[in-house]
């Protein structure tokens, strides 16, 4: 199959609403799915129901029982993330620190299976993330030399939140991945940041930027001419609520210590379609131009935060799988995904 369905555990239920990972890898194997993005929390939840021991081997015994419970369900794990907050670290006994992490995440991810880790830009204060992307590509060169120097390789996935405090577009993130010049370090674009910053804006009443169609189709035709599919590791799909009003400090989702993209971002994504849900984003825009100009073959991967997520209800699993398995449906039908695997198997026989 040239396409692949994969769906992150987060999107699934909350841990800390009390949603198991067992029982969401029963839920993504039931409608469909391939693999999953182990989020971090799940593991770590997992972690903590072992008796005894420190918390280094509990998390090293959880990602042995996380694989055993995803093979066990045909599953794969497509990588593990979020690796938080590295890049550009003002504090450099701090920047130590999160590469002795960095080390145990490719122990981690040796143990679960998977050879890729996602890397989201960081969105610490301004204080306490440089300015210098010179600074930027020299802690992303030293993370890839890690990720070389396993066995297995580990790779690292680059992606621009849209509110990251010195990345937060795709052409940010491209342009590091450039300057590292790794094998091991490639893109990871996601149809809600891309969109989330060129084409969405929630603090505004209109939920929309100043030109919202013309700066995305521009920013849409740079990502055609630029993009190497073969850098490009991992594909996330969400849309996003068109909110009734801004999201200032009157609003429900308003936080006074996150961005509004951020609080938007946590509270709102929805998946690819679900325009009944208040959806706007241009998600299939993006996708086409992934698939069909850039060329991407591989997963695609939905990673949906929702404020639904946190609820106790422990139908939530199942409702949300339901949804993205729709939501699948629908993707393969508007974006012509079996003509795609035709092809592609028409060219295999070549």
């Known amino acids: 199959m040239l396409y692949k369905p994969s769906i992150c555990t987060v999107s699934l239920g909350r841990s800390s609403a009390g949603h198991t990972l067992e029982h969401k890898l029963d839920m993504a194997s039931k409608y469909g799915f391939q693999a999953i993005e182990l989020f971090f929390e799940d593991l770590l939840d997992l972690a903590n129901t072992i008796p005894g ?3 280094v081997s509990n998390q090293l015994a959880a990602a042995a029982i996380i694989r055993q419970l995803c093979d066990d369900r045909k599953l794969s794990i497509l990588c593990l993330q979020p690796f938080m907050h590295y890049e550009g670290l003002v504090d450099r006994d701090l920047h130590q620190k999160r590469l002795e992490d960095a080390k145990f995440w490719v122990r981690l991810a040796h143990i679960l299976g998977t050879d890729l880790i996602l890397l989201p830009s960081s969105f610490l204060s301004p204080s306490e993330v440089s300015p210098d992307m010179d600074v930027i590509v020299r802690d992303m060169v030293e993370i890839a030399e890690i990720g ?13 939140l849209c509110w990251g405090t010195r990345v937060d577009t795709w052409e940010g993130s491209w342009e590091v991945v450039q300057r590292v010049d790794r094998p091991n370090f490639g893109l990871c674009l996601d149809t809600f940041n891309v969109a989330g910053r060129v084409y969405a804006d929630p603090s505004v009443s209109s939920g929309r930027t100043e030109n919202c169609d013309e700066a995305t189709e521009a920013s849409l035709r740079g990502m055609m001419a630029s993009v190497d599919p073969t850098k490009l590791f991992l594909v996330q799909m969400a849309d996003a609520e068109k ?4 999201l200032d400090s009157s609003h429900p989702f308003y936080h006074p210590e996150q961005p509004p993209r951020m609080s ?5 994504r929805l998946f690819y379609g679900e325009s009944h849900h208040g959806g706007y984003l241009p998600v299939k825009r993006i996708l086409e131009v992934i698939i069909r100009d850039i060329g991407y073959q591989g997963w695609l991967s939905f990673e949906v935060f929702n404020r639904v997520l946190l609820e106790r209800d422990e139908r939530i699993p199942e409702t949300m799988a339901r949804r993205a398995a729709q939501s699948w449906k629908s993707m393969e039908r508007e974006l012509a995904f079996e003509r795609s695997r035709v092809r592609y198997k028409a060219q295999a026989l070549l």
């Open 264 to 268: 938007w971002s946590r509270n709102a």
């Open 243 to 246: 909110l009734a009003g801004p």
């Open 53 to 55: 021991g420190d918390p």
């Open 148 to 160: 070389l120097g396993a066995s297995p390789v580990i790779r690292f996935a680059y992606e621009a």
